[in-house]
């Protein structure tokens, strides 16, 4: 198994066998949770804190979960009631948090880039859970996962990914991720809502949702990420779901089994509809959120093997 890596900050840096070997791993852990006793070892006397600077309910609740499942001492820092608050710089929050040697950090942040920063200025291993709209790394893993344990495999699929691409950190890591498993990759959204210069990363582009979809084994609904916005992106959300929320007439475009898949938190009548979204002959939306668990804990798990294999500062 190899995993060289220090800390997990995008997907960029991965390669697909790094990519399989945590799928793997996060296939057993998948089995783990479902047993009644849950409790391991893999990261036990590790400290583990937990710096969310932007709202998460899944995200944080599954990194908690996964390292206290794996025996870590998890803390969770109340942002709102940190310092930064104060005026201290997200450095300095990060460099006093160093000093009292924990072993995994994981943080998300609003703005691109952050994470990597702050990883440059501590010694443990850095878990990136989302940073502005630039990657969300466990979050393109979960998904992968899902896809794999649904299709039997993660290459040569056709993955419609529908929505905000442009400000979606979900969906530049799914298409990292996505694109290393060589995989068909098709992006659909208003023009409003897309990247510039997209077409040249070898994807399809398409504005028309029913064009789009056509064939798609995997279709990936994304959340228009207001908070993200600074103008009229959209004419109305009414008019946003009329031509691009999921609803079971444009699924009937996609391939007969495709699954459905969004990240939440979803909002229903605006980008899915809220029938299909329970719908689970369809949608893998619960399945997803079961393997961020598990991928979670399979990513500290490779990081925490590393730390261990450098030399030990700790008197035993
Ligand atoms: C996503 C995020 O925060 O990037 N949510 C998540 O982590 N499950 C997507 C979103 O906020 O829409």
Redo the contacts with the bound molecule.
């Keep these: 198994m190899r995993f060289d890596h220090r800390h997990l900050l995008g997907i960029e840096p991965l390669r697909p066998d790094e990519i399989t070997t945590l799928l793997d791993l996060a296939d057993r852990y998948v089995d783990f949770n479902r047993r009644p006793d849950r409790h391991a070892r893999a990261l036990s006397g590790l400290t583990q804190i937990n710096m969310f600077f932007e709202n ?1 309910t ?2 944080q609740a599954s990194f908690e979960i996964a390292g206290k499942r794996l025996g870590a001492d998890v803390m969770n820092m109340a942002m709102q009631a940190s310092s930064i608050k104060k005026g201290e710089t997200l450095i300095d929050t990060a460099m006093t948090l160093n000093a009292m040697h924990p072993d995994l950090l994981v943080v998300r942040h609003p703005h691109s880039g952050a994470v990597n920063l702050l990883a440059q200025k501590v010694n443990c291993a850095v878990l990136n859970a ?1 940073d502005g709209r630039h990657e ?1 790394p466990t ?1 393109a893993l979960l998904d992968a996962l899902t896809i794999r344990r649904a299709k039997g495999r993660l290459h040569r699929l056709t993955i419609a990914i529908c929505g905000d691409i442009a400000h979606s ?2 969906a530049r890591s799914n298409l990292l991720l996505l694109h290393k498993m060589e995989n068909r990759i098709r992006l659909i959204g208003p023009p409003t809502l897309m990247p510039s210069g997209i077409d040249a990363f070898g994807v399809e582009v398409f504005d028309d949702m029913r064009e789009g979809l056509k064939g798609a084994d995997v279709v990936m609904m ?2 228009l ?1 207001r908070e993200r916005m600074d103008g009229g992106f959209i004419p109305s959300e009414r008019e946003y779901y009329h031509r691009y929320g999921l609803d079971s007439e444009k699924l009937g475009y996609a391939m007969d089994d495709a699954i459905v898949m969004h ?3 979803m909002n229903r009548g605006v980008e899915i509809d809220g029938t299909l979204a329970d719908d689970i002959n369809r949608s893998v939306i619960q399945d997803q959120v079961e393997m961020g668990v598990a991928v979670r804990m399979a990513a500290m798990d490779l990081l925490a093997r590393n730390l261990r294999s450098r030399p030990s500062e700790i008197i035993t």
């Design positions: 998460s899944r995200t989302g969300h979050q950190r979900v994304l959340r990420q990240p939440g938190p």
